[in-house]
């Protein structure tokens, strides 16, 4: 079943793109994540799901409802956390939480605790005299404390400490094996390639691609280099999938995608002295989308 | 109800602080009331010396400056201004501080559609001017008979000083069709004196002049006292005018709230 389900979801500000026929879906109980750099559209689609603005074209449901129609309806199970929180300066961070939670109709004191206890949080504070990464912890317990059936996170790791980070990550997983769905938007992939089970990339208001974490790796380019005592041969490597091939002395580098096979029969005719293969990280297989398309 | 009872508590200080203004103001001008009946006809001298014009802008009446009702209502222009910036202030400030404070994401996030909070939000601005008016009628009545014992009409000086509520509803209303067409005011205060004084001084314009016209540009001069103290009513066109602004400015701040835009910082 599809928690989220996005069609055709056009957003203009007036001239201006925000995004452009977007389109995908998320499954239940899945982590999705959401790629793409700055200004790539990743808020602008979060914000029209929360019908916070309102499409241009296209439709969007969230567990099978409209976005629009059924609006408050859905919001009672989605958990949201915003790249930047403010809230109510004035008042005591329990005070916030409970205003927050006299919008769901269910008790959630003992969740706030049980949350404020895991993210190291000072209910007693004033929300004024709280640190931005203390502001933000605000946020991931005022997101979650309803226990919400879709936690929705828009660039949630900023102003958070590695040690907070962490925490709040394993905080994700395990609402993520009591069945929540998750979608996380992110600039930065390493977080992404840890929790996420798939990602959707986007690019000037465009999905490029929307891809199993494992697929994408799969697929892309293994990197070798080798390292010979004699000058080698480079025509051993004039075979299909060989990119980016360069010769420096001794060493050869390339970037390889088909059957590793072919190629390392190839490479056992050198005589070789060093050898390495790595799989390319994320962010290479990004900007490799990214290089691809420009 | 979550959203009205957090309003109404957002707003407790600056209502207390209005309010007591209001009443401190009401009781200095009746204050002075006992020592310049005593001396009415000198005054009363003094002022036929004025301009005509200049005693109708700031609402002068000679007639009728002897009397508690007559001299309240000079008194009253000046209550109206303050009270006018006080319920201008309140609905300019009630819907666009979400998004001032960048705080609409928290609340438009939850499971409440934009009618709600905006019906939340009314309704705590309106308690808090109704709040208000009750402290500040009874404190009203409470120094007309302290100053003037029981020789004065009672009637007149009720629907005179309630007549402040509604020019306070009417003047909440624009604030808040004001802040959903321009939803980027960032000064409140500025926006509201603004208006309100712009208002003010088109209503001592048209005091000036007998136009009838002019009279409905300004709301400052929809309730006559003179008209209510001789009929012991208000002029019908004039609540008419006034209810309709009220409708209208509330009905386009549903309809605008509801279809706008909430962007991120």
Known sequence: ?294 | MNIFLHELKAYRKSTMIWTLSLVALVVLFLSMFPSFSKDAEEFKKLLEGFPVELRKAIGLSVDSIATLIGFFSYAFLYLKLAGAIQAMNLGTSILSKESREKTADFLLTKPVTRTQVVTSKLLAALVSLVITNIVFIAATFMMASIVAGDDFNKEALFLISISLFFLQLIFMALGIVISVIFPKIKSVISVSLGTVFGFFMLGMISSTTEDEALRYLTPFNYFDSTYITEHASYETSFLVTGALVIIAAVSASYYLYGKKDVHSV
């Open chain 1, 1 to 294: 079943m599809n928690v989220i389900e996005i069609n055709n979801l056009t957003k203009m500000y007036g001239k201006a793109r925000g995004i452009e026929d977007v389109s995908f879906d998320v499954k239940e109980g899945e982590i999705f994540g959401f790629i793409g750099p700055n200004g790539a559209g990743k808020s602008t689609t979060i914000r029209t799901l929360l019908s916070l603005i309102y499409p241009t074209r296209g439709s969007a449901t969230i567990f099978g409802k409209d976005i629009i129609t059924a609006a408050p309806e859905i919001k009672k199970d989605i958990g949201y956390l915003p790249s930047e929180v403010f809230y109510y300066d004035n008042m005591k961070v329990m005070e916030l939480l409970k205003y927050s939670a006299s919008f769901y109709k269910k008790d959630c004191t003992k969740r706030i605790k049980e949350l404020a206890d895991i993210m190291e949080l000072d209910l007693t504070k004033k929300i004024d005299d709280l640190s931005l990464g203390n502001k933000k912890k605000v946020g991931i317990v005022q997101g979650l404390l309803h226990e919400p059936k879709l936690i929705i996170l828009d660039e949630p790791t900023s102003g958070l400490d590695p040690l907070m980070q962490q925490k709040f990550f394993d905080l994700l997983e395990k609402e993520n094996k009591k069945g929540a769905t998750i979608l996380f938007s992110s600039h930065i992939l390493s977080e992404v390639q840890r929790l996420c089970d798939r990602v959707g990339i986007i690019k000037d208001g465009r999905i490029v691609t929307v891809e199993k974490i494992s697929t994408l790796k799969e697929n892309t380019y293994k990197k070798f280099k080798i390292e010979s005592k004699s000058l080698i041969d480079k025509n051993l490597f004039d075979i299909e999938g060989v990119n980016q091939l360069e010769q420096d002395g001794g060493t050869i580098s390339f970037l390889f995608r088909g059957n590793i096979n072919s190629i390392m029969k190839n490479i056992a005719e050198i005589e070789i002295a060093n050898l390495w293969v790595e799989e390319p990280d994320l962010e290479e297989i990004f900007m490799h989308y990214y290089e691809k398309e420009e």
